[in-house]
């Protein structure tokens, strides 16, 4: 294992020290327990917006901390879903009348524990709405299932809820929105790589040289299938094909569309993905109206890239567009 690390116990904690000292303009890290909180918070009469999960997924969530996205972010340790109390002083850190969305991945650990701090909160006379992200289209729905998993659109939900909240809006109408949101989102991705948690020491998974896996989780999970490796085009057609028959989109539509890398992927072959992505699209008669290519939800230094599409209209796009200061996404200031 080669990681510009210190002790794999420390790593999460040496994160937030570094992340606090280069972003001190917009944010502030609570150590115990451990949460990030925007600089300015509570912010009065305005609808706090909170997410977190398990590190490892830079930057997400951490790094989306700021005006107009995220209140507050809980990190847990490395792929590892962070505790009810972490989640409650982070709710009161930001909290004001107006009340608090919890934006949250569908995964168990995830949603048991901040289904638990929301009652807590509650129990404290808190106002708390609970929302979840499952656009993983790569895991079928079913009862076998605990559903499909949260991964890129929880980047659009967070910046589109956080631009409603900045907006005013109430905490009803931001829920509402993250809803349209994830129903309107499918995300699918591929890794070329494993990825290697620090404390475990040793790739979570092993892919032979001439493999891929299609469909894996933002953890590592295994994918949809193992399959030969192909050359960039292919991939990207094996990742968008299933997104446009989900949902399903259709000619005509307007999308926000993300390339994401997994974190050990470079940003020119970011690129080249979504030069296949858009002439597929364009072959769909579907419009890309904004664009996102970079690391945005990564699985450490995991090899591999995902794709997002987002179906939007007029409402979404002006979110989409308002202005957002955070340490990893900011225009518009």
Known sequence: MKKLINDPASVVLEKLQGLALAHADLLKVHFDPVFVVRAAAPVMDKVGILSGGGSGHEPLHCGFVGVGMLDAACPGAIFTSPTPDQILEATKSIYHDAGVLYLVKNYTGDVLNFEMAAELAAEEGLTVAVELIDDDVSVEKGPATAGRRGVGTTVFAEKICGAAAEAGLNLPAVAALCRKVNGWSRSMGMALTSCTVPHVGKPTFELGAGEMEMGIGIHGEPGRRRVPLAMADEITEMLTLPILNDLPFKPG???????????????????????????????????????????????????????TLLKTDAELLKLWDAPVKTPALHWGM
Request: glycine share 10%; net charge negative.
């Open 253 to 307: 539509d307007a999308v926000i569309a993300m390339v994401n890398g997994m974190g050990g992927t470079p940003l020119g072959e970011l690129y080249i993905v979504y030069r296949k992505l858009a002439e597929i699209l364009h072959k769909h008669d579907i419009t890309i109206a904004r664009t996102l290519v970079g690391n945005y939800i990564t699985a450490l230094e995991m090899a591999g890239t995902s794709i």
